[in-house]
């Protein structure tokens, strides 16, 4: 009897309070997670069943052909070239990034007049468009029109004609200036503000302990802002991994395939030849690859915290 | 590391100018396209400063329709903003106060915006044609808002969890509901985080060009788009390029000159606190 009393007044209790109320954490999160998981899981188990057809522009082929797209990727020799392609800008963009906009970070330590106004205009880049900084780039690269090839003739005390964008042996250094020029301020802007923090109590008993400029950088300063710089390699590591827009605007992944990434590759079997599996096979490699990547790199850096 | 005066000072301010002047020298050199006649463009050798600032490049652009871009471009980023710094300051509000869904779920949220893009939007475009969603603001919209939930609630959640508890301790023994203690005391505390976080949110869609590229035919043609639109075109295309591009890295630059002080947390994922 009194069990039974008890027993409707826990289930009398929460009835009291409405069932927003009940459930507001659930609630809150709710529609986030919905939108993130429309255009994430629905697509992806879609293409997950694409990717095992042969759909192509010319044959709605949806009998199921095994693992013949995944095998095909394998073999494919473009795939594989865009990849090197892709690790290419990211091996020299990334550390170039780094120290140079380590770089810049130190030079703008100290005070100096005008320090905000120059920090100001020197981090515009960052917040273009990448594919308007590669149309820029297009125009500046311009063998006849463009201020590049002007600037080297005066150095070289000759006309300078280099055609940036067409000869194999320019065009990396092309895209790698123009992705540099970019990001570089991104780093420089996270370093600079990393740097900010460091202990200068720290440095100057040191520097009275008599340790020299380097011996100071390199026990004091690189520890500290090392979570920092984990982060901003993070961040702009798999950016560069997805590089499309700023080649895009400069080369369209010419001459040929010589400057084509995994992005451009993916863009172009999939919406110019229409090779719809196959691009849902390729696609479907990539984010599981990158999410494996993610991952593991999240359990060790904590962003934010 | 240590103030010098005099030589020491003078030499790095130079090289601190020079740099500047490096990371500038493009921006200027694509203004200047914008106001130069086809003349001036295509003038060898190059002409570093134009005759007169003439706006002709620009009239074409709204004779034409094209500044309609633009347009384009700020209905879908601000109502794609607006849509995700709501939602995602809600999520980001449940995760921080009762760690809803665990590590897991923060750290999978997050992971959703380091895929590249091209492998999201090729499954998306598979499912809007099936939807008749290709070339129609919602498509892009709701494509927008999932690719920027993350990132707000990513950085709202670090806002959220500087609000003081007490606060809304206080204000439910006053007897609000959670919901009001959400809307009157949670948002007015982390107001300023959020207009930062949205701030970037709309820059991210703002200069978006894949998506756009993939999910635009005709009747959504952002401003990036449109200027890829230009290439190997007309003779008067370098006009067109450089006026365009300036009409929509514009208001960019205006928006970042007011928010200097959110920029590093806001581009760091809130790594670095600036």
Redesign the interface.
Known sequence: MAAAVEAAGRRHEPAAVPWTERHFRWLLVAPATFVILLVGLFPFVYTLIVSFQNITMLEEDTSFQGLANYARLFSDQRFWEAIGHTLLFLAVALPAELLLGFLLALLFLDKMPGRQVLIALLVLPVVISPIIAGATWRLLFDNRFGPINQILSWIAGEPVVILWVNNPSFVYPAILLAEIWQWTPFMFLLLWAALNEVDRSQLESAEIDGASWLQRLWWIVLPAIRPVVVIALLIRGLDLFRLFDVVWGLTRGGPGTMTETVSIYTYVLGFQQFETSYAAAMALVIIVLLSVVVMAALDRVAIGR | ????RGFG?AL??V???A??L???F??Y??FM?SFKTPEE??????V?WPSSLQTGNYAVLFKDGDAWTVWNSLVLASTSTV?ATV??T??A???A??G??GKH?A?W????R???????V??????YVKLGWVDTYHGLI??Y???N??YV???M??YVQDVPLELEEAALVDGC???QV?WKVVFPVVRGGLFATAVFTF?FA?????FAL?LSRSQVVTF?VQ??HY?GGQSNF?AK??AM?VL??LP??VV??TL?RF??RG??????K?
């Open positions: 590391m240590r103030a010098d000072l790095r301010l090289a601190a100018i740099a500047t490096f990371f500038l493009p921006i050199w694509l396209i463009i295509f003038a060898y050798p190059p570093w849509l939602l995602g809600m999520a509000y449940s995760i106060r009762f809803t869904g779920y750290n949220v997050i992971s959703n380091m895929i590249p893009p091209i492998a999201i090729f499954p998306v475009f598979l499912l709701v494509l808002t999932a690719f939930l993350p609630i990513w950085m959640r670090g509901t959670r919901w959400l820059v703002w200069n978006d060009f894949l993939i990036p200027v890829t290439f370098w390029i450089a591009s929509g890295t960019i630059f970042v000159a200097q920029l590093v581009i760091s994922l809130g790594a670095v600036g």
